[in-house]
T-cell receptor, first 109, second 115 residues
Framework: QQPVQSPQAVILREGEDAVINCSSSKALYSVHWYRQKHGEAPVFLMI?????EQKGHEKISASFNEKKQQSSLYLTASQLSYSGTYFC??????????FGAGTILRVKS | DTEVTQTPKHLVMGMTNKKSLKCEQHMGHRAMYWYKQKAKKPPELMFVYSYEKLSINESVPSRFSPECPNSSLLNLHLHALQPEDSALYLC?????WGLGNTEAFFGQGTRLTVV
């Protein structure tokens, strides 16, 4: 049931772009994206729902392909503060949110 | 107030001890969660409470015992833990209509070490 994330790790220079992908073998109700910095709580970035609705931070962009059960998180013009581990989480039903293995993003100056 | 507060931040306990982790939120959320996170791994769901009733138990060993005394509080009682139970324990909360269309708010976690 755990979604599959790729890549496992990304290193960027400030200003560069990155895409993180998340896929599931099951039909999803929604996809969540969170960022976790070392020693801190996961912080909500975005939720993508069946039917196309999205809710989240204005500077974050993501997509959800319902036919393929795939989601992508787009990080543009990266800043040092974007560094952290990005988790996608999938909801098949109710309140069961299951996280992928995570993508470590490091932005260098 | 958009915070989920967990206490204590750090806990060291022996394998014969009994201890409790506490989680509190004042956002009016009626769903609360316990996750366990090992180093360099994703959070792993343990329990879900909805309207103070246990709705999901992910086959967690009985040495972990959750309790939801009211809509703002969530406890995790620990007894006879093993060293492999050492991890970061995260509490989260959300609106009651399910995580299908709303986000989870996470606390900072309790870092537990079992010796």
């Amino acid at each position: 049931q755990q979604p599959v994330q790729s890549p496992q790790a990304v290193i960027l220079r400030e200003g560069e772009d990155a895409v993180i992908n998340c896929s599931s073998s099951k039909a999803l109700y929604s996809v969540h994206w969170y960022r976790q910095k070392h020693g801190e709580a996961p912080v909500f970035l975005m939720i993508l729902l069946k039917g196309g609705e999205q809710k989240g931070h204005e500077k974050i962009s993501a997509s959800f392909n319902e036919k393929k059960q795939q989601s992508s998180l787009y990080l543009t013009a990266s800043q040092l503060s974007y560094s952290g581990t990005y988790f996608c989480g999938t909801v098949l039903y109710g309140n069961k949110l299951v996280f992928g293995a995570g993508t470590i993003l490091r932005v260098k100056s | 107030d958009t915070e989920v507060t967990q206490t204590p931040k750090h806990l060291v306990m022996g394998m014969t001890n009994k201890k409790s982790l506490k989680c509190e939120q004042h956002m009016g959320h009626r769903a609360m969660y316990w996750y366990k996170q090992k180093a360099k791994k994703p959070p792993e769901l343990m329990f879900v409470y909805s309207y103070e009733k246990l709705s999901i138990n992910e086959s967690v060993p009985s040495r972990f015992s959750p309790e939801c005394p009211n809509s703002s509080l969530l406890n995790l009682h620990l007894h006879a833990l093993q060293p492999e139970d050492s991890a970061l324990y995260l509490c989260a909360s959300s609106q009651d209509w399910g995580l299908g269309n709303t986000e989870a708010f996470f606390g900072q976690g309790t870092r537990l070490t079992v010796v």
